[in-house]
């Protein structure tokens, strides 16, 4: 019985086993497992600025970055997107860990050849890549940002009287535990109809703002998060592997971090929604402090989905390669 528990149904597919999937181009990675990329913006060859960006939970490389078109062809911006382990059309990695979500931009960059330095963005959960890159290929990067990153509790810095009473943190932890533990109990509370406020992940409002759910009627959302995609077995471990590295033990605390920076040749950036429902502010604001290389810019109505508000990418980039002050920020909006 407790077997049964703690299975997944089998993993659902349309394919004959001979046919691979997909039909974006991918490299094959030194431990043999393929990760499909897509790249935006100008040639490679032509390009001034080489991005990695980085996509989050439940994403894929088929994320929306609505930064102006001709911006882009002004500035030469050249963007690398890519699936991360699992996702997508790239082979999921068992041994991912916080230091191979590095390694695997490490090496899509190198395969690709877009230079001895580049920069990188994440998104979400798409920003723990982004820490780990500043802590083990820092000599990589031109510049990084991070847009709502997701803050895991089991950082030794963050102070106790800012989480003790955080319910995330209770969320987080006894998802973490089912997801390691119970992961068939996980995946039947998920995709159960009794309650659907805690099984439709896709657009619950408990996790999005007002200006959220109107970006969420405008945009495909989430699919990868719907209860018929997480019904699949391979759809559901890889947001379970992903959950648990995520917001399992790290080596290390990024507030330890040094500045990849010193001489001020290029910036670190946080971008954060005041009304963040999914990552609180007061914990961003806390890290930034702690880290005073990094700027930080708080959008005063902003959700977890600011980046699909109009303005938000475009101020990204200004400053990040540009090093401009932001625009106003209020003047971002779904």
């Known amino acids: 019985m407790v077997y049964q528990a703690t299975e997944v149904p089998p993993p ?100 690709l050849e877009i230079g ?60 973490y535990w089912f997801a390691k533990y119970a992961p068939g109990i996980l995946h039947w509370w998920v995709t159960q109809k009794w309650i659907p406020s805690t099984s439709v992940l896709e657009k619950n409002p408990a996790f999005f703002n007002t200006h959220d759910i109107e970006v969420l009627k405008k945009i495909p959302g989430f699919p990868m998060l719907s209860q018929e995609s997480i019904r699949q077995r391979d759809v559901f471990d890889t947001l379970r592997h992903d959950f648990m590295v995520a917001f399992g033990d790290w080596e290390f605390d990024p507030v330890e971090l040094s500045n990849p920076f010193p001489q001020n040749e290029s910036s670190v950036h946080i971008w954060q929604g005041y009304e963040d429902k999914v990552v609180p502010f007061q914990l961003q604001r806390c890290i930034s402090k702690k880290l005073p290389w990094i700027q930080y810019h708080e959008v005063p109505e902003g959700g977890h989905l600011i980046v699909h508000y109009t303005g938000l990418c475009e101020a990204v980039l200004r400053a990040l390669l540009l090093r401009e002050e932001p625009l106003t920020l209020d003047q971002i909006h779904p």
């Not at 043999?32 to 490389?61: C, D, M, P, T, W």
């Not at 890159?133 to 709502?148: E, T």
């Open 12 to 111: 659902h597919s349309d394919l004959p086993p001979d046919n691979p999937p997909g039909k974006s181009p991918r490299i094959k990675l030194r431990d043999g497992r393929y990760l499909a990329y897509r790249e935006q913006g100008v040639a490679k060859n032509k390009s001034k600025y080489n991005i990695v960006l980085v996509h989050g939970f439940g994403s894929s490389k088929e994320m929306n970055f609505l930064a102006p078109q001709m911006m882009i062809e002004e500035l030469g911006i050249y963007f690398l997107l890519y699936d991360r382990a699992g996702y997508g059309e790239s082979d999921p990695n068992p041994r991912r860990s916080v230091k191979s979500e590095a390694l695997d931009i490490q090496e899509l960059a190198d395969q």
């Open 116 to 175: 001895s330095k580049f920069y990188v963005i994440g998104v979400s959960m798409g920003s723990y890549p982004i820490w780990s890159c500043l802590k083990y290929i820092p000599n990589r990067l031109a510049g990084a940002a991070l847009i709502v990153p997701v803050v895991n509790y089991n950082w030794p810095s963050l102070p106790k009287r800012l989480i003790r009473e955080d319910y995330r943190r209770n969320l987080v932890r006894w998802t």
